[in-house]
């Protein structure tokens, strides 16, 4: 267990992701182009064949949103940091930080009929089960240290780690799912952030 000299308020930590995550969501919109239009070309056609765009930009965009929202429920329970809590929370941001750069090669390969699509998806999928494993570490971290009150039991423990760690399942699942098809995987990526809406990480055995 970490000493109290050890052990920080997590105010500062809060408000250094909170600016990163603000960064890594603006950096998303960045990647819309208008589209360049031919003579005689009408310009909503032209938006429709941007589809690709606009549904990784989304798909990102909830993902780094849920993200956030779960970011803050957890860190209000927290009520210390220690180093290793600091260093787990960096790898979180290097993941999140990252995701605009294969948004942008999803988008620009989805509809490719070549094996670009299934890398980009590939790629884009890695992305998320990394970010995800940093996000149970983190939890996995703070019971482990009792950087959190709890009342739960280690089964409770057990089943709030396995029952978060879905999610990192069926991420490391899609990077195969991105052989097959990249458009599914981009379903089920958005899907899954809508369950991370819903799914939160509780330190109490009553809601556990």
């Given at each position: ?5 050890d ?39 032209a ?10 930009y ?13 970011h803050h ?8 940091a220690?180093?290793?809590?600091l ?5 979180l ?5 990252l ?10 390969h ?9 890398v ?15 996000f ?27 029952r978060y ?6 991420y ?26 819903f ?10």
């Open positions: 267990m970490s000493t109290q000299s052990l920080a308020e997590t105010n500062r930590l809060e408000a250094f992701s909170d600016g990163v995550f603000a960064i890594a969501i603006t950096l998303l919109v960045l990647e819309l182009h208008s589209p360049e239009l031919e003579e005689g070309q009408r310009l909503w056609p938006l429709v064949h941007e589809w690709p765009q606009f549904a990784a989304l798909t990102s965009f909830a993902i780094l949103g849920v993200m956030w929202v779960n429920s957890l860190f209000r329970q927290i009520q210390r220690d180093r290793g809590l260093f787990l929370n960096l790898q941001l290097l993941w999140a930080t995701l605009p750069f294969p948004t942008s090669l999803f988008a620009e989805l509809r490719d009929d070549s094996i670009n699509a299934s980009a998806a590939a790629v884009y999928s890695t992305n998320l089960t990394l970010a995800a494993i940093a149970s570490l983190i939890w996995w971290h703070v019971l482990h240290k009792h950087l959190v009150e709890h009342n739960m039991t280690n089964a409770q423990v057990r089943r709030s780690l396995l760690s879905i999610g990192t399942l069926i490391a699942a899609c990077i195969g799912l991105s052989f097959i098809s990249a458009q599914a995987t981009l379903l089920v990526v958005f899907l899954l952030a809508v369950y991370y809406g799914e939160q990480l509780r330190t109490r055995a009553s809601t556990a």
